[in-house]
């Protein structure tokens, strides 16, 4: 169940985050569709840690649980720094948790034995 939680809220933030990078910026959608990415990366961040990593570090945990705290962060500190107006600081969170998103399905996509690559590689 948390894995269809997970993959549903990561392709709305896949989807939403790609909109935001091209549509205008400050606008009431704008904000509307930011703050809907914003709860999808929480969702996404945080499903994922009743999923087991690939890589087992540490009771089920791995090197992409950390991308999950850092997305977390990323959230909080471009929330802060936009509602104090800091947008240059938002921007480059926000972007950078983007990109984190972009990359972790690309992986989840491209590593054989994960669920991504088992239904587009068969």
Known sequence: MYTYIHLTAALWALLVGLVQ????KGTTLHKGLGWSWMAAMIITSLSSFWISGFIDWFYGYGPIHLLSLWVLICV??????ARR??????RSFAVGAYLGTV???MGAVLMPGRLLHELFFG
């Open 21 to 24: 990078l091209f549509r205008s």
């Open 76 to 81: 909080v500190v471009s929330v802060r720094a």
């Open 85 to 90: 107006g800091n947008i240059r600081y938002h």
């Open 103 to 105: 990359g972790a399905a």
